[in-house]
């Protein structure tokens, strides 16, 4: 990234980095949930806002170092950006099921702009899993709490919320939360989920990665999670990335009147 950037606009750099589409349309909301802030009032009122690229703002930079042009403006609508050079496929990328396209998508920290919509991917994915630890009617998360909650954990800098946003989406998320006492800030505790829909296409593996790489920066060495006995996919996952099992909290999970078996995992990461 170039320091003459807008530092709001560094995660949709990121975007456009890893997008190899030919032609790109994203609505005004999905810019916001990717940036994780507002656009300002002239990105709403201006198309040449859009279509400038010399400075002295240099919002522009995050499509256009990439290779991307504004080619059409809807204002307070959508913009649609094409690819003005060919690029090879990065890693970054979710293919369809017929490998026919791709779309690419970041993973960042969550802001306090970005509560509303993670209140509701996580009604999403609670209806469509049982796998979670509460029920979908017991969390009672509301915007304004989760607004103080995520201030709160900069305080601690031992906790956060890393999203997956794909061509605008939240598509997935991973808790990290640290603990405050001084014997244990080295340890996190993580859950994660991505919707049904984007499952088995690499998601849940990048954000355990994204999680990883943040636990370092914020020197946590030791992370832990906990599955239930029937969630076969967060089972093979936690192996494949050399979680180790510690032990089985037996019938700690009742389950539609029905008792699982609850394992726990770990990893310690290398410096």
């Known amino acids: 990234m170039t320091k003459q950037m807008d530092k709001k606009y560094i995660p949709l750099a990121s975007y456009f980095e890893v997008a ?5 349309t994203l609505s005004f909301e999905e810019l916001e949930n990717i940036i994780g802030q507002t656009l300002p009032n002239a990105a709403y009122l201006n198309r040449s806002w859009w279509k400038k690229t010399k400075p002295p703002l240099s919002h522009f930079l995050a499509w256009t170092q990439a290779g991307y042009a504004v080619i059409d403006v809807t204002l307070s609508t959508s913009v649609t950006f ?3 050079e060919a690029k090879p496929i990065e890693i ?18 969550a802001e306090a702009s970005d509560a509303r919509a993670l209140i509701h991917l996580q009604e999403e994915i609670f209806q469509q899993t049982d796998f979670m630890y509460s029920m979908h009617n017991e969390l009672n998360l509301t915007v304004q ?7 709160y954990w900069k305080k601690l800098k031992n906790r956060t919320i890393l999203l997956c946003i794909l061509n605008g989406l939240f598509v997935g998320y991973a808790y990290i939360h640290g603990y405050k006492h001084t014997k244990t ?20 593996t990048a954000l355990v990665q994204a999680v990883e790489d943040w636990a370092k920066q914020h020197k946590i060495s030791r ?3 906990s599955i239930m006995e029937h969630n076969e996919n967060a089972l093979h996952l936690a192996k494949k990335l050399d979680f180790q099992q510690e032990g089985i ?9 029905r008792y699982l078996d609850e394992y726990s995992f770990s990893k310690i990461l290398s410096d």
Do not use: M, W
Not at 92 to 109: F, G, K, L
Not at 145 to 151: A, N, V, Y
């Open 145 to 151: 709490q989760l607004r103080k909650d995520f201030t």
């Open 82 to 84: 094409a690819r003005t």
């Open 185 to 204: 800030k080295h340890v996190a505790s993580i859950c994660l989920a991505v919707t049904s829909e984007y499952q088995h296409k690499g998601i849940g």
């Open 223 to 225: 992370l832990e999670l």
């Open 20 to 24: 190899t589409q030919p032609e790109i």
């Open 249 to 257: 909290r037996q019938k700690a999970i009742r389950l539609h009147d």
């Open 92 to 109: 970054t990328e979710v293919n369809n099921q017929n490998n026919t396209n791709t779309t690419a998508y970041i993973i960042r920290p």
